[in-house]
Every structure is written in C-alpha cells, then in structure tokens.
C-alpha cells in the first residue's frame, strides 16, 4: 500500500481545509479566555499544516512534536500553575488538538482529530449555556460532522453543499434520539457542568461583606440576579425587598455578616394575605437564597437563620428553582437578647468622631429612639445629598467623610452610615443586603431582578415593635424604591443596559429577548432530576423507579429505531420504485403489451434476453435499457443525464404489436 497516496487522498487540501476550518469555530469561542500564546500557537500550526499540505512535504517526525508538546504543556502548567481544572483543561485540549492535526497520516488519526473537535465543543458549555452559545455550537457541529463526512466519503471530495447537505440530514435523524435521551436519560443530582474547581470563577453578586464601592459596582451589571413568577398579582415596588445577608459586624470601613446561626423556626407573625411565588435563582456560587421580606416558608434542603436568611445547604452552582412565602407585614419578637443588643451596638474604638458627636447630640436632645430614627431620615433628605453610581474615594474615617464631606454615594454609603449613626445613638441596627425592586415583564407575566437592582438597606431594633426596616436611601433618592434604579440615577450614570427603559422599542425588544431566555432556563436547562421523575410518575400514573426509567428509555430508543429502520426501507424502495424504477417500469409496461409479461421472478438481464429470443428485431434496444437500468439501479449513483437518457430509451422503445 502506498501511504503517501493514500495520504494525500485523504487529507487533501480541500479535506482538510474543511477539517481546518471547523476546528477554527470550534476553538473561536475560546479565545478570548485563553493566553495569548495559545492561540497564536494553534493559528501558527493550523498554517503550517496548510503549507505542508500545499507543498506535498512529510509531516514532522515524533521527536520535533514531543518536544512541541513537552514545552506546550510547560507553558499551561506556567499560565496557569496546574494542568487541571476548567481553564487550565480546555487551553491543553486545545493545544493537543492542533498537535495532533500535525501527525494526521491515516484515518484514524483523522477520526482521533475530529472526535477531540466534538469534545472540545462540549467544553463551551462549561462557560455559557445561552441560547446564542446552542446555535453556534450547533453550527459548529454541523461543520465538523461535513468534514468527518468528506474525509470518508468513497467519491473523495465533494462540494460543500453536498456535505452541508449530508451533515445536516444526519443530524435531523438524531434529533428524536436526542429528545428521548434528554426526556428520559436519567438526570444525576448535582451541576454537570460545575465539576472543575475553576468553573464558577468571576461570578458577580452579592457577598458576605460591604465597603464603601461595593454594591454600586453590582449596579454596573445587567446580568440577571434570578427570576420571580407570583402566584397572584405583583406586589408594590415597595414591598419589593429581596432579603440576602445579614451584616452585624463593622471594622470601621467594612460589614460584615460573621458566622449565620440557624434558627429552629421562623420566629415572627405576619399579617395580611401571604405572597406566594416561584423563584429561579441564577448560580452564584453562594449559599443565600433571596426572597420578600420576610420568608414564612423554607426551600426544600434549605434553612433559615436566625436573622431570617434562607441558606441553601450548598453553594448554588446551577441554576435553582424554590418555591417561598413571604409576609411584607409582619411583628419580629419584642425581646432582644443580650448577646444580640450588644452586637447591634458594637463600633470600633477609633473613627469618625464627628458621627459620634452628631449622633451623642441627637440622644441628648431625643425622648425616643424613634425620634433619632426621623432625625437622621430628615438629615439624609433636606441636606444636599446625592444618589450617585460614581461616588468619590473616601478617606481613613469614611463615615465622616461621605456624611460631611462628599455627601455623593449609593445605597452602601446611605446604609453603612445610618447604622453607624444608630450604634453611636445607642439603637440596636443591622445592615441587610439584597435586592430591591425589579422589572416585570410582561411577555411572561414574570418579575426580571438584576445585579443592578442589588440594595442595601438597615434594620433597627426598637422598643415594642422588634427589628424595624429602615431604607436610608429612600430619604434621598424615593424613586430608587418606587420606580427602580434607573428612574433615580442622573443619565450620566445609567448603564447602557438601563438605557432601553428610556426607549420603548429597546425595551420591548430587551423583554422578548429575556422572555427567549426564560423560557430555556425553564424548560431546557431547568429541566432536573426532579422535573424528571414528576414526567415519569405522570407517565406511569404513580411515583416511579429508576428501573422503570431505565425500561421506559430502552422500549422508546428501541421503537425509535425500529420505526426509522423501516421508515429508511420504505423510503429507499418508494423512491427507487418513483425514480429509475418507475422509468423501467414503463418498458416493461411496453413489453406487456408485446406479448412479453416480465414474470415477478426475473431479473432484468434475463428478461432481455428472452425478449431477444422472441424479438430478435428488438434485442440490442432491449440490452440497451437493462444495462443502463442495472447499473444506475445499483450501482454507487445515478447522474441527472444518465436518468434522462435512460427515461428517451424507453419513450424509443416499441409499445404496440405491429
């Protein structure tokens, strides 16, 4: 055997340009998260590769390509300090990927190519799950199935519409077994995609801590915090307080939230009609479940502190969906324990003093802590202060210099200094993190928050009413809490993702484009474990078994098969029988009417030659017709003309006795 020709014919340039070509798309999306170097690595050997191919040169031998991927793995291992994990992974992939292109001489190797390629596909979704992210990785398994196709097709190369065309009608064919498999393939607990260590690294949102800056970096954001479906109608944008951490403890520049404790029960009263709605939280690597102030219900594995906060009991790493009840109206417990007074209270031993002396003032001059309460509101909201994404740098005493100095600041500023002020006045005060507010959108009748809606606001324990919500920024900025953050920011400071509420048609189009979004987080990448057994117990009429999951898949893949098994048969014969065989059946038609009945158990060579046994005069157009009839009937192929010149042999062909 010739390897070189064999070689050549195989790899040619039109093969692996295709095969080049689909690696470039799978690779694309990468890009942007992989070292430079690593990319100019894969594009320096991609092109290298070519000019081989276009000079007819020898691959290089083993020994140049060991060192290659000797000092590429190196050079990972030094971008990255492993070789394991998410990123670290897919750059090696990615380099082993182009290394192996360059020792492609059969086709197994090709195959081994190819099938990384499909891999390396897969590896996208460890970084988006979007919509736009399925359609291109769809069309980059479009591409790559072409190549595969080209490089074992036994016609050699074929035009890209031919392949186009084969890759696409493969893939039409696997769609049924792709929806049984994604129906009834058993869904194992836990993210898929959240297996590296890496994979859930620079995710934004909230955190355990706030410092001057950190919130009114989150109202840079547009992404979606997580998504709410009320069982009723929406509640006010007041009532809109979504409860996440609770920070008790201050250094003098930062809260923090410490170490939660989980309470035994929910420990208040609410009052009014409950809340009931369905949230779908986004992944955030964190253990907080957000919901209205304040939750009287507790998520399935959740639990509730004693500063009622919902935790999850792990991280949540993939999309979640629960289920809440809230009361907006509601009475904690009159009495505060000593141990809780006393870190409601707690401040540093230095800083700000003249937050100290304002607040000692407004105790010498107050009958009650309610009127300290009214005085700071007053405060915030008859002195110029300002709402504003972009506040200036604060100094070593940064409570003093936001309250008499800059006096420009977003909801961490208005929340951190208004408990400041509560603790030096002497009234118990928390700071409460979270959300406020949201979007509806009206194409799903659902609530939109987002990482710009993220808020802060306090809570102060008062003498017979418990902890009472106190909102600061309110007393600045009323339109924050009524009409969301972009109706309360100057337009200098709106994100561009904000700018379609000032224009209808972006906002429309904004909303159809989530409710897409929703609707694939719902019923595509929301469909878990759990949503699978409830299918299946419909299914079965009664709670099922993963034994009978597992009969259910077989008995559907197997009927599946079997149906497109036979719907290929049926096809191939209607088609025959529609095509070429239809124009045979005409001369044997004609023949009938000779005196020359073909009989059902002869074949077409035969039949002509007992039609030159009877019809001498007839024999050459006869062998003609069978000749032409057998090889484009089984033969690798028929050409448009052949068919044409078969179907003017037959019209030629003698149908009358003479």
Aim: glycine residues 10%.
């Amino acid at each position: 055997m010739d390897h070189g020709s064999s070689q050549d014919q195989l790899l040619s340039r039109h093969n692996l340009g295709w095969l080049l070509a689909s690696l470039v798309m799978a690779v694309a999306p990468h890009v942007p998260r992989l070292p430079p170097w690593v990319s100019v690595l894969f594009a320096a050997i991609a092109l290298w590769r070519l000019d081989i191919a276009r000079r007819r040169r020898p691959l290089p031998g083993k020994g140049p390509l060991l060192l290659l991927t000797a000092l590429t793995a190196g050079g990972i291992y030094m971008s990255y300090g492993t070789l394991f994990g998410r990123n670290a992974g897919v750059a090696m992939l990615t380099a082993m990927l182009v290394l192996k292109l360059m020792e492609a001489r059969t086709l197994r190797d090709c195959m081994v190519v190819v099938f990384i390629a499909y891999f390396l596909v897969i590896t996208n979704f460890l970084f988006s799950q979007s919509v736009p992210t399925a359609l291109y990785l769809l069309a980059v398994v479009l591409a790559i199935t072409a190549a595969l196709i080209g490089l074992n097709h036994p016609r050699g190369a074929l035009r890209w519409a031919v392949r186009l065309r084969l890759a696409a009608a493969l893939l039409l064919q696997a769609v049924p077994a792709m929806v049984l498999l994604f129906v009834l393939f058993p869904r194992v607990p836990g993210p898929l995609w959240g297996l590296p260590r890496d994979a859930f690294g620079g995710r934004s949102g909230l955190s355990d801590t706030m410092s001057p800056g950190s919130i009114s970096r989150l109202g840079l954001s547009d992404e979606v915090a997580f998504r709410v479906k009320f069982a009723g109608d929406v509640p006010r944008p007041s009532e809109l307080y979504w409860r996440g951490p609770v920070l008790w403890d201050f250094n003098g520049r930062t809260w923090s939230a410490g170490k939660p404790v989980v309470a035994e029960g929910l420990g208040f009263t609410g009052f009014g009609a409950p809340l009931r709605y369905v949230v779908t939280l986004e992944p955030d690597d964190q253990r907080w479940l957000f919901a209205i102030d304040l939750p009287a219900s507790t998520p399935p594995g959740a639990s509730v502190t004693a500063d009622y906060q919902l935790l999850a009991a792990q991280p949540v790493r993939q999309r979640l969906r629960y289920d809440v009840t809230s009361y907006p109206a509601y009475r904690t417990p009159l009495r505060l324990s000593a141990s809780d007074r006393a870190r409601a209270l707690r401040l540093p031993r230095q800083g700000n003093p003249r937050a100290l002396q304002l607040a000692a003032r407004w105790r010498a001059q107050s009958r009650s802590d309610e009127e300290i309460v009214s005085k700071a509101l007053a405060m915030f909201h008859d002195a110029p202060f300002f709402y504003t994404l972009n506040p200036p740098l604060l100094g070593a005493n940064p409570v003093d210099g936001f309250l008499f100095g800059s006096r420009s600041g977003f909801c961490e500023h208005y929340a951190g200094s208004f408990a400041f002020l509560m603790r030096a006045a002497g009234i118990p005060a928390r700071v409460v993190t979270g959300y406020q507010g949201g979007e509806i959108n009206p194409l799903g009748g659902y609530l939109i928050v987002r990482q710009a809606d993220a808020h802060a606001w306090v809570e102060v324990w008062l003498k017979g009413r418990g902890w009472v919500r106190v909102d600061p920024t309110a007393a600045v900025a009323p339109q924050r809490v009524e009409s969301g953050i972009a109706t309360a920011l100057p337009a200098s400071d709106i994100i561009p993702g904000l700018l379609s509420e000032r224009t209808p048609w972006l906002r429309e189009l904004r909303m159809s484009w989530d409710a897409v979004n929703n609707g694939w987080n719902q019923w595509i990448l929301g469909y878990n474990q759990q949503r699978q057994l409830v299918l299946l117990s419909r299914l079965w009429q009664r709670p099922a078994s993963w034994q009978e999951l597992g009969l259910t898949l077989a008995a559907a893949m197997g009927a599946l098969l079997l149906g497109l098994g036979g719907l290929t048969l049926w096809r191939t014969r209607v088609g025959r029988e529609t095509g070429i065989s239809a124009i045979y059946g005409k001369f044997c038609t004609k023949t009938a009417r000779l005196g020359m009945k073909r009989r059902p158990s002869e074949g077409p060579a035969d039949f002509a030659r007992r039609i030159a046994r009877r019809r001498p005069d007839l024999a050459e157009q006869a062998a003609l017709i069978s000749g032409l009839y057998i090889r484009l009937r089984y033969g690798q192929g028929a050409k448009k003309e052949e068919v044409q010149r078969l179907r003017q042999m037959v019209r030629g062909f003698p149908g009358r006795r003479v």
